[in-house]
């Protein structure tokens, strides 16, 4: 795979695009005059562009993909409304997107690799108590699983939704915890273990095939179950861990989003829980809403509707 053209590159001057693309939103619709089109929503590193499938291609090219793949795309550009657009004329798609390949059809967060891995490092070098220390040299030694724990965004479709995003994530939720224990109290060590654990799971329940998407471990058991899963196995291998701190872990684990309804089988029941769970809401809620406001302001000062949310925000003038 050789990827050419990026969404930043298309300009009207360019009257054909054929490339590889991460299709992000996918629907049938009508116009006014009954004319069926596919609308897309097409994604790089640099942007999205929105595409169109008209009429006859319809039934024909409607099965070929869906949502999160990526796909080879055939057509040529138009501008509607003033914006630009692509007309797909053909449309294929792919089986696979290397690990390699990742960077070309995701954006990184503003923290690079190595400052990640620094403040990382230093979160758990302040960690005292020896046998969570050797949780994390567990966790270090696992090649695959800290690779993608650095690699995965925090989530598919609501926050830190770029490469690096789980362990920015993770991270935050760790620094702020830090930062509160004077305030409320609680296991420092605790927290920052738990809050780096919280969404391990999500290095199972994603998965890339085309794009990042759910895996079908991930669709049936869910992040919360996949973590406890994983944090059994790391304490499988660590002679005499202490009972009681695996199942704290666990706890924070399974607590983190606070109540059933959001998915958790148990709300927080200790200090180091609570914090866990509102910090790990802060920071994913504030993320979610600046990630918003990047591609989807209606005005200066205002988004469009969030549909999880249930809101539009409002953006202080000058600040980005």
Not at 165 to 185: C, F, P, T
Request: contains cysteine; proline residues 3%.
């Amino acid at each position: 795979m050789n990827k050419e053209t990026f969404v930043k590159d298309i300009t009207l001057g360019r009257e054909r695009i054929n490339d590889y693309f991460i299709v992000t939103k996918k629907g049938i619709y009508s116009t006014k005059n009954n004319k069926r089109f596919i609308g897309l929503s097409l994604r790089d590193r640099t942007g999205s562009i929105e595409g169109k499938i008209w009429e006859e291609k319809v039934d024909r090219l409607r099965t070929r993909f869906e949502e999160n793949d990526l796909v080879y795309v055939e057509s040529r550009v138009e501008s509607y409304q003033g914006k630009l657009q692509l007309i797909v004329e053909n449309i294929e798609k792919e089986e696979s997107l290397l690990p390699e390949h990742i960077r070309e059809f995701f954006p990184a967060g503003e923290r690079s690799d190595a400052e990640l891995h620094k403040k990382y490092e230093d979160l758990i070098k302040e960690i005292r108590a020896p046998y969570l220390r050797s949780l994390f040299d567990g966790l270090n030694r696992k090649e695959d699983l800290l690779k993608r724990f650095f690699l995965f965004p925090a989530s598919i479709g609501v926050h830190h939704m770029y490469i690096g995003g789980l362990i920015e994530h993770s991270l935050s939720v760790a620094e702020m915890g830090k930062k509160v224990v004077d305030r409320v109290g609680g296991d420092v060590d605790l927290i920052i273990a738990g809050s780096l654990l919280h969404d391990i799971g999500k290095i199972e329940e994603i998965t890339i095939k085309g794009g990042f998407k759910y895996s079908d471990r991930g669709r049936l058991l869910g992040h919360i179950a996949l973590g406890v899963m994983i944090l059994e196995e790391m304490v499988k291998e660590i002679p005499a861990f202490p009972d009681a701190v695996a199942d704290m872990l666990s706890h924070i684990i399974i607590s983190h989003h606070g109540v059933e309804e959001w998915g958790s089988p148990r709300k927080p029941m200790c200090i180091e829980a609570i914090a866990v769970h509102y910090l790990d809401n802060l920071d994913a809620k504030v993320m979610g809403v600046k990630e918003h406001m990047k591609e989807n302001m209606e005005d200066e000062k205002w988004t469009e509707y969030h549909r999880l949310y249930e809101s539009k925000f409002y953006k202080i003038p000058g600040n980005g």
